[in-house]
T-cell receptor
Framework: SQQGEEDPQALSIQEGENATMNCSYKTSINNLQWYRQNSGRGLVHLIL?????REKHSGRLRVTLDTSKKSSSLLITASRAADTASYFC????????????FGTGTRLQVTL | DVKVTQSSRYLVKRTGEKVFLECVQD?????MFWYRQDPGLGLRLIYFSYDVKMKEKGDIPEGYSVSREKKERFSLILESASTNQTSMYLC???????????FGPGTRLLVL
């Protein structure tokens, strides 16, 4: 069953702007991960945040996690055309990554 | 770098045919996964394997079977392809104590 739901489904911004996408989930988690998928390709892991963390940074990526609201957000700062892709959150209930539950994804379009 | 390869990028088959999708990883990972990806539904887990000859059903195993005879190779089998199995199929692997999955480039299957 799909646990993660991303919002918005699609987002279009101009280069240099920030992009924020949100993920909500339903059950308790050990960690939440964000993946990126370029058109027609496989997924690439971006960042992982554990249930006891509230915020994490990696380069231009900032992830927050609110376990009380069962939600996470991914912020991409100073976006580039190369950031154009679909972004998925994935929840890991037991910390083994043996059964990730993926959301439906946010399609980000960054225009010049 | 972990490399996960899938035997075909695009495949066209006819209804009723037996279809084999092959996935190979080169990092000695214990766990391997098969997902299908459909618009608006995100990724859904079909089967996964945590060891050679071991398998577990995912969320949507109906109409599929798998085989893992060697650690590096995980095959997805559609015994009798149907049009509703037209989809993007993604293979992933995990191991080495890592908490993330590594994905192949995907196989886009069209069943006519």
């Amino acid at each position: 069953s799909q646990q993660g739901e991303e919002d918005p489904q699609a987002l279009s911004i101009q280069e240099g702007e920030n992009a924020t996408m949100n993920c909500s989930y339903k059950t308790s988690i050990n960690n939440l991960q964000w993946y990126r998928q370029n058109s027609g390709r496989g997924l690439v892991h971006l960042i992982l945040i554990r249930s006891n963390e509230r915020e994490k940074h990696s380069g231009r990526l900032r992830v927050t996690l609110d376990t009380s609201k069962k939600s996470s957000s991914l912020l991409i700062t100073a976006s580039r055309a190369a950031d154009t892709a679909s972004y998925f959150c994935a929840t890991d209930a037991d910390g083994t990554a043996s059964k990730l539950t993926f959301g439906t994804g946010t399609r980000l379009q960054v225009t010049l | 770098d972990v490399k996960v390869t899938q035997s075909s990028r695009y495949l066209v088959k006819r209804t009723g045919e037996k279809v084999f999708l092959e996935c190979v990883q080169d990092m000695d990972h214990e766990n391997m996964f098969w997902y299908r990806q459909d618009p608006g539904l995100g990724l859904r887990l079909i089967y996964f394997s945590y060891d050679v000859k071991m398998k577990e059903k995912g969320d949507i195993p109906e109409g599929y079977s798998v085989s893992r005879e060697k650690k590096e190779r995980f095959s997805l089998i559609l015994e009798s392809a149907s049009t509703n199995q037209t989809s993007m199929y993604l293979c992933a692997s995990k191991g080495g104590g890592r908490e993330t999955q590594y994905f192949g480039p995907g196989t886009r299957l069209l069943v006519l």
